[in-house]
């Protein structure tokens, strides 16, 4: 309940707004018993100012396309937002803010997309939200380059995110902030909290750059206001950068943590603890307001909640004007954006897709999924993406997609630069603002993105990742560049799905399994050496992928042993499976290319491909063996690699490390025995 306030003639909207989110914030972080009240308190004048003045936003429709976005970077300080979400006018009742950090509410420790509305992306792990505000401003100037028509602009917003001392040390943002100032992002700006306070004390212990200087060596424009409260100076700041045409902007904004806190401020106690109640009534003495009260919104604050769904409300119903006539003057481009909102796919999008025949010799997963993405990319405009610097390897270009550089926003493929880990971080901003984004490079180097993978799964967002070079396989560069436990770090991410075709075939299916996920990012693990397509009217249809696993190969009546294998190995599988039956054994073959789907199906078809009674099995993939022990049992046996590669030629390898079809009779063999014992 609001509750009226008696305050100072003198006394401004503006600053009770901005006193009313620093005391939200320390009365949820108090009641909480846990948080980070001092940043909130220092940016609360920040906040408002942008909010008020620039950010345009929908408070009544949160998912309005072209809103303006805004990140907060420095995730802990989520009060921060969660009180600006609820004084804008959102759908976040003070209830919620009174249940910070408790089961069920929309109030998380750290901002969570898609739990709170206004949330534009999940926040917390430092770094890594200013990294996701690049791929959104990647994004909208991709849209704008894509959809926009003379007189018919439909995408124009700007992205705003701000930045603790923690983001700026983590490498993420600088590789980020490298590569936005490469591609002169101006519809970008950044605001960094130069509080000098971390949690272990002084930011002097260990950050001694100069900030300044280094954005300027990205060609950012770099502003500064030297004081927080100053709400002039932040005005004309942010004036400055929403008029620059040609960099992303840079304010650089001096702030006191826990300001007006009188033991705490300045203080790292004041980072990550909730302030005392005795400071907080002195506290809130000082800011002029009621010592005792709790959660207050005072009435007056209405005026400001009021214009906020007024001016949200209107720009949207312009918006929208602008919507329809660019509907009328262009159906065909307003029905795509409309299809990519939705997260929906255009008619016959898979139709070119090829099939492969019957090969021997086959074709290298990696040249397969180039054949398919370039089947797909000409039907769905707007799968965009590209490498780490890798695309000649990972076989990821688009052929008739042209370049994203600087002023050529409309190409597709996409040059990340050597920066795993922004890529990630940037593929998920991109994803965030609906177009299709994949990003690519070697298995072995998925450590480097592993932070932000592990985002895109926990929002939920299909972002896709390509990653070649997936095994021993890699042959002569050796024990660096070959994955050994990247499949299982990769498996052991929840809501992640974990592709690893057996032939083209299967990576055409993939693709499919790819493109219709809404809600799964994916990772999709190509070889770089050819693998035999796998002959279909003798075998099953590698349609079976979608389940996850599926019979490939079977043996007339029930089977004495079953052999199962991902990627490369399934060709060793398939030819043991042969010479046993030469040798009357009776043995199936289960293709298992994602374990994540096969764990979804219904108990009977689990049951169907892996039957309990069969309890002779083989396991084959060059990774490390950890996990397949909950298919094979205890009687089954795993082929796998129990320690690093080596640099030397594959053939070479594959004996050496008994990647062949001997050992996989002979495992075969043994398990058979082992349940007969
Ligand atoms: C990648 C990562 N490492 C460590 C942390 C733990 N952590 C949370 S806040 C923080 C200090 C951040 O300092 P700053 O950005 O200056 O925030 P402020 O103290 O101003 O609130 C740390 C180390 C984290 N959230 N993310």
């Known amino acids: 309940m609001s509750q009226a306030l008696k305050i100072d003639e003198g006394a401004k ?30 940016l609360a004048p920040v906040a408002y100012i942008l909010w008020d003045r620039f950010l345009r936003h929908n408070p009544r429709n949160p998912n309005w396309p072209n809103r303006d976005r805004f990140v907060l970077s420095a995730g802990h300080a ?52 200013v990294a996701n505000s690049v791929g959104m401003a990647i994004a909208e100037r991709w849209l704008a380059a894509h959809f926009n028509r ?29 590569l936005a100032g490469h591609l002169k992002l101006s519809n970008l700006v950044w605001i960094y909290d130069n509080n000098h306070i971390t949690i272990e004390g002084n930011t002097a212990l260990a950050f001694s750059d100069d900030v300044a200087s280094r954005f300027t060596s990205y060609h950012w424009n770099v502003l500064r206001v030297g004081d927080a409260n100053d709400a002039d100076l932040l005005d004309r700041a942010l004036h400055t950068a929403i008029k620059e045409t040609e960099r992303p902007s840079l304010i650089i904004v001096d702030s006191h943590i826990a300001w007006g806190a009188p033991n705490k401020q300045d203080t790292s106690a004041a980072h990550g603890e909730p302030l005392g109640d005795e400071e907080i009534r002195l506290t809130k003495e000082r800011y002029g307001w009621p010592p005792e009260a709790k959660f207050l919104v005072p009435e007056e604050t209405r005026g400001y909640t ?23 003057a262009h159906p065909e481009l307003a029905m795509e954006w409309e299809r990519m909102q939705s997260g929906g796919l255009p008619d016959a999008w898979d139709q070119n897709i090829p099939t492969f025949p019957p090969d021997e010799k086959g074709v290298a997963g990696r040249d ?52 795993e880990h922004a890529m990630g971080a940037i593929l998920n901003g991109m994803a965030l603002s609906r177009v299709r984004p994949y990003g690519s490079g070697f ?23 390509i990653f070649t070079h997936d095994s021993i396989g890699v042959g002569e560069d050796g024990p660096t560049h070959q994955p050994i436990e990247q499949l299982i770090l990769l498996r052991a991410i929840p809501q992640l799905l974990v592709i690893r075709p057996a032939d083209a075939n299967e990576v055409a299916e993939s693709w499919r399994v790819m493109m219709t996920s809404t809600h799964h990012p994916i990772a999709l693990i190509l070889s770089r050496q050819p693998l035999p397509t796998v002959d279909r009217t003798k075998y099953a249809a590698a349609s079976g992928l979608k389940q996850g696993a599926y019979v490939l190969a079977d043996s007339d009546g029930s089977p004495e042993v079953i052999l199962m294998g991902t990627g490369s190995e399934l060709q060793l599988c ?28 219904p108990e009977e078809y689990r049951e169907s491909v892996l039957p309990a009674s069969v309890r002779a099995r083989v396991a084959v993939e060059a990774g490390t063996s950890l996990g397949w022990r909950r298919y094979t049992g205890i009687d089954g046996r795993i082929i796998a690699r129990r320690d690093f590669g080596a640099s030397a030629p594959l053939k070479e390898l594959l004996k050496q490390f008994g990647f062949t079809v001997e050992k996989v009779v002979e495992a075969a063999r043994e398990s058979m025995a082992a349940v007969h014992k």
């Open 13 to 42: 909207l503006d600053q009770l707004c901005i006193n009313t989110i620093r005391t939200l914030a320390m009365d949820g972080v108090q009641q909480a018993n846990s948080g980070h009240p001092g940043t909130p308190m220092a």
């Open 574 to 601: 398939v030819a043991a499976h042969e010479q046993l039956k030469a040798e009357g054994v009776k043995s199936r073959v289960v293709s298992m290319p994602c374990w994540e789907l096969f764990e979804r199906q």
């Open 443 to 465: 298995l072995i180097f998925s450590d480097y993105m592993r932070a932000p993978i592990r985002l895109s799964s926990l929002m939920e967002i299909p972002v896709l990742y």
């Open 306 to 328: 009021d214009r906020s769904i007024e001016r949200g409300r209107q720009a949207e119903e312009e918006w929208n004007g602008r919507l329809a006539a660019y509907r009328a």
């Open 368 to 419: 397969a999924s180039q054949k398919v993405l370039n089947a797909i990319a000409p039907r769905v405009p707007w799968l965009i993406g590209g490498a780490a610097d890798l695309a000649p390897s990972t076989k990821t270009r688009m052929n008739d997609g042209g370049d994203f550089q600087a002023g050529e926003y409309e190409g597709r493929n996409f040059h990340f630069g050597i920066r």
């Open 150 to 178: 003379p007189g018919h602009e439909i995408v124009n917003h700007r992205v705003y995110a701000i930045a603790g001392d923690g983001c700026m040390m983590e490498g993420v943002s600088q590789e980020a902030a490298s």
């Open 78 to 129: 989520s009060m921060l937002v969660y009180s600006m979400l609820h004084l804008s006018g959102y759908d976040l009742p003070l209830d919620e803010l009174k249940r910070f950090r408790q089961w069920g509410s929309k109030t998380p420790g750290h901002p969570e997309y898609g739990l709170t509305p206004g949330v534009e992306t999940t926040t917390g792990p430092l770094g890594q939200g």
